[in-house]
C-alpha cells in the first residue's frame, strides 16, 4: 500500500549496490590471503556480489567479472586458484583455466582488440546517460534505453 521504490523490478542505480559490490570483492580477496583454503567463503562471497550486480542490472567492470568463475563463482587469481596460458599463433589469446571446476575462459590479447567500454564509441555516449564516458560498469541505463526500445518494437507487433 503507497510504498515506494521499485519493488524488486527494474535496474537500480542506487551508488550503495556499488559499495556492497566493492565490498564484497575485497572480502574475498582478503578471505582467500588470509585462508587459502576456505574457498567455500571465498565462493560465497563472490557468488553474492554477482547476483547483487544482476539483480540490480548493474554491469560488472571486466577487470572484476574477469576474475568470477562463471560455473562455480571462485575468485581466479593466477598461480593460487587458476593457471593463466598465453596462447594463440593468427589470434593470441589467454586462457584462464580454474582449478576448482576446470571451467576456462579465454581473452583475446591482440594489439588490434580492445574492449568496446575503452572505443570511441562508448566515450562518445551521451553524458545524460549517468555515467563518465569510457566506464562500463554503469552501463545500466543504456541497457534500460535498449530493453524499453525492444519493449516498443514487441507492444507495436502484438
Ligand atoms: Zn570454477
Not at 53 to 65: F, G, Q
Not at 69 to 96: E, F
Amino acid at each position: 500500500m503507497g510504498k515506494k521504490g521499485n519493488k524488486g523490478r527494474g535496474p537500480s542505480t542506487k551508488p550503495e549496490m556499488f559499495t556492497r559490490i566493492n565490498f564484497l570483492y575485497q572480502a574475498a580477496h582478503r578471505v582467500l590471503l588470509e585462508s587459502p583454503n576456505n574457498t567455500g567463503l571465498v565462493r560465497f562471497y563472490a557468488y553474492t556480489l554477482r547476483s547483487i550486480a544482476m539483480k540490480n542490472v548493474l554491469r560488472l567492470d571486466p577487470t572484476i567479472k574477469r576474475t568470477l568463475c562463471k560455473k562455480c563463482s571462485m575468485l581466479l587469481i593466477p598461480g593460487v586458484t587458476a593457471t593463466v596460458r598465453h596462447r594463440g599463433h593468427k589470434q593470441r589469446h589467454t586462457v584462464v583455466t580454474c582449478l576448482e571446476c576446470n571451467v576456462s575462459k579465454r581473452f583475446v590479447t591482440s594489439s588490434t582488440h580492445t574492449l568496446w567500454c575503452e572505443q570511441e564509441e562508448a566515450k562518445t555516449m551521451p553524458s545524460n546517460w549517468g555515467h563518465p564516458p569510457g566506464q562500463c560498469n554503469r552501463g545500466t541505463q543504456q541497457r534500460n534505453v535498449q530493453t524499453n526500445a525492444a519493449n516498443k518494437k514487441m507492444q507495436k507487433n502484438v
